[in-house]
């Protein structure tokens, strides 16, 4: 079975992103091996950890999470019109060290959130330039930006039906990605 690792892109504890995520891994369900990979334990990257002083733990073991799975979601909010700072310091951590790129020749869904109208866009643009630049395989179609998160999920968390059934038929087309 195909392993999909899950990123969520907020450390906020009722954060929508993991919402988001949430109802991905249920529709994951039997079609795929999924873990989270977790980036808020994640030191900001130094280049000294890698090679001049010792590298943080929580350094080798996102790089192991990263290189044991076949592809990657990330669901991401958008801070100031780009990826939230943890984000971005979990693509460096995994870009390095030189030559020893952990993201590279994954498979990529990239889905972004916001409360407001503009659905994070700029965040997940960035977050897709990024993951290309580092030699991922990213799904470009089709794309989710979920504007107006807040009227998008029930109070279980649980997204209505409309958007369920959009979100489900984003994640076949994933699969067969
Ligand atoms: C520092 C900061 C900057 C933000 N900038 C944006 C922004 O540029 N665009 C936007 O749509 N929302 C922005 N927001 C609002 C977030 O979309 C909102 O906090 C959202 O709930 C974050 O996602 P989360 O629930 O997964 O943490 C910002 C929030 C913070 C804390």
Redesign the pocket.
């Known amino acids: 079975m195909r392993k999909i690792g899950i990123i969520v892109g907020?450390l906020?504890k009722d954060?929508?992103?993991?919402k988001v995520a949430k109802n991905i891994e249920t529709l994951l369900k039997g079609k795929a091996e999924v873990k989270y990979i977790d980036i808020s334990k994640l030191p900001l990257y130094n280049q000294d950890y890698d090679g001049v002083i010792e590298t943080p733990k929580a350094y080798v073991e996102f790089r192991s999470e990263l290189s044991s799975v076949d592809a990657i979601v990330v669901v991401t909010?958008?801070?100031?019109?780009t990826m939230p700072a943890a984000l971005k310091n979990a693509l460096d951590v995994g870009s390095r060290p030189y030559g020893k790129n952990s993201w590279k020749h994954k498979t990529y869904l990239v889905l972004s959130?916001?409360?407001?109208n503009?659905s994070?866009f700029?965040a997940s643009n960035e977050v897709k330039m990024v993951l290309s630049f580092l030699n991922g395989r990213v799904m470009h179609q089709p794309e989710v930006y979920l504007a107006n998160i807040n009227t998008l999920l029930d109070e279980k968390g649980v997204f209505i039906p409309d958007t369920l059934k959009f979100i489900d038929s984003v994640v076949a087309k994933f699969l067969e990605f």
Not at 15 to 18: D, I, K
Not at 113 to 116: A, I, K, L, M
């Open positions: 907020s906020r954060s929508y992103s993991g909010p958008e801070h100031n019109r959130q916001s409360p407001g503009l994070g700029g």
